[in-house]
């Protein structure tokens, strides 16, 4: 399956978001950003052909591309914002996510502040959202830049074991097979509802307002095809999710199609 949306990709820029958990077998869940490498034995990376292959083929690296390569995937946001601001980082823009969870905040509690406090902000003012657990983190980070109106359409690519992470009252609707995040904007007791407390019905509750609608596909791996090359790249290592065996190929990776200088250049400075 191609990227399900071609038409943008002619009038957006292009990021490619890499995790390097996409690149192993089997999804760890449950863990925080200081658990301890994952065990090579339950978790193996893949062949390092088959992975460059896959990005080779799948998503059309054949060169060096602006990017940047992080440890920890909360770290792109404050990257994204400072190249929006800087006027570097065109939003919004499209994102094809390659990662072993969709990072929307699944098995956190976040979304609590971003539908009852955050999404109340103009969106000029969301920018800055509280950080760590209860707000933008590792596993969120991807809804508080949808808050932030930065994403035009979002492929999320998942390998085995993936996918199927993604809060159904973030879809159009709350319909959980909807083809779009739509954010909603819920006072408290609205929102314990949609989230089925306290008695609540899970995925029935009323929205004060919703935020612009934002094009989405879930895709399997082995379906991916990019319609187009991408014009920004970032690669996060995320040590909680990955066995040291996996640096290997995060080097590589590293070393043959991310620019990091023109990545500094491209988040206004921020790399």
Known sequence: ????????????????????????????????????????????????????????????????????????????????????????LAAPFHVTHVDAHADLGLGEISYQYLMTELLFEAPKDRLWPREGPGGLDDGSFLAFAIACRWISDLVYVFNDGGGSDVFSFFREGFDPAADRIQLPAMNRAEMEKVAGLRGGEFGKGNAERLEPSVPFAEVPWHSFQAPAPFDFISLTRSPAFTPPEADVLFDEIRRRWIDESAGESFLGGMA
């Open 1 to 88: 399956m191609a990227d399900p949306s071609p038409d943008q990709a002619d009038c957006h820029l292009r990021v490619l978001d890499l995790d390097l958990d996409f690149f192993i077998d089997g999804v760890a869940h449950w863990r925080t950003a200081d658990s301890a490498r994952l065990d090579a034995e339950e978790f193996p990376p893949w062949p390092h052909d088959e992975a460059l292959r896959f990005l080779e083929e799948r998503c059309l690296l054949d060169g060096r591309l602006p990017g940047i390569a992080i440890e920890h995937h909360r770290e792109l946001f404050p990257r994204w914002r400072a190249g929006v601001e800087a006027g570097s």
